[in-house]
């Protein structure tokens, strides 16, 4: 099983500040790195597939990056609506996992 | 647009069985594979399932493997989770969601909540 390692576990920000968030995996999972934002009380939304990616409406402030066994995703300048939980995952091999998340809370 | 509606949740007692059920439409369901993914209360996800779009492989999470069983009916466009031997490690909000280019999900549903409790 591919093990993923988001850090840091809590990243403190304010509105209109850079967000970087890390994903490390166990071994390479090539391109096939999502990420997902997940608000309270709400179910997951895709944001990036294949590492780079931007799914159908996500805005430009949003941007992967990465490959092999490190992946980044960058919020460019934060507003108040991307304070919330973001997951990566793989899908490159059977079981498919999730990180544990990142929690991008207001400062 | 994409719904995915789950239902069959509830309050089930240790060693039990439940099977959930997801509704989906606005979209051809016999030509999307199918994930189910859980959330235990205040905690990150776990996925559980996969299903081909023609129900001819099926993955699991080795937290479940044995225990539950994922299925669909594509003439119905339903997919199901069958949940056996249930343990309190199993309360979670199950999610069932649709496949993207194998492995990744774009669309998820609201959830259907699983508690197990004596």
């Known amino acids: 099983e591919i093990v993923l390692t988001q850090s840091p576990a809590t990243l403190p920000l304010s509105p209109g500040e850079r967000a970087t968030l890390s994903c490390r995996a166990s071994?390479?999972?090539?391109?096939?790195l999502v990420w997902y934002q997940q608000k309270p009380g709400q179910a997951p939304r895709l944001l990036i597939y294949g590492v780079s990616n931007r799914a159908t409406g996500i805005p430009a402030r949003f941007s992967g990056s990465g490959s092999g066994t490190d992946f980044t995703l960058t919020i460019s300048s934060l507003e108040p609506e991307d304070f919330a939980v973001y997951y990566c995952?793989?899908?490159?091999?059977?079981?498919?996992?999730f990180g544990q998340g990142t929690k991008v809370e207001i400062k | 647009q994409v719904e995915l509606v789950e239902s069959g949740g509830g309050v089930v007692q240790p060693g039990r069985s439940l099977r959930l059920s997801c509704a989906a439409s606005?979209?051809?369901?016999?030509?999307?594979?199918m994930h189910w993914v859980r959330q235990a209360p205040g905690k990150g996800l776990e996925w559980v399932a996969i299903?081909?779009?023609?129900?001819?492989?099926?993955y699991y999470a080795d937290s479940v493997e044995g225990r539950f069983t994922i299925s669909r009916d594509n003439f119905k466009n339903t997919l199901y989770l069958q949940l056996n031997s249930l343990g309190a490690e199993d309360t979670a909000i199950y999610y069932c969601?649709?496949?993207?280019?194998?492995?990744?999900?774009?669309?998820w549903g609201q959830g259907a909540l699983v508690t197990v409790s004596s």
């Open positions: 995952q793989q899908g490159v091999s059977w079981p498919a996992t």
């Open positions: 606005g979209f051809t369901f016999g030509r999307s594979g």
């Open positions: 969601a649709r496949d993207f280019r194998t492995g990744w999900i774009d669309y």
């Open positions: 071994q390479s999972v090539s391109s096939s």
């Open positions: 299903i081909w779009f023609d129900g001819s492989k099926t």
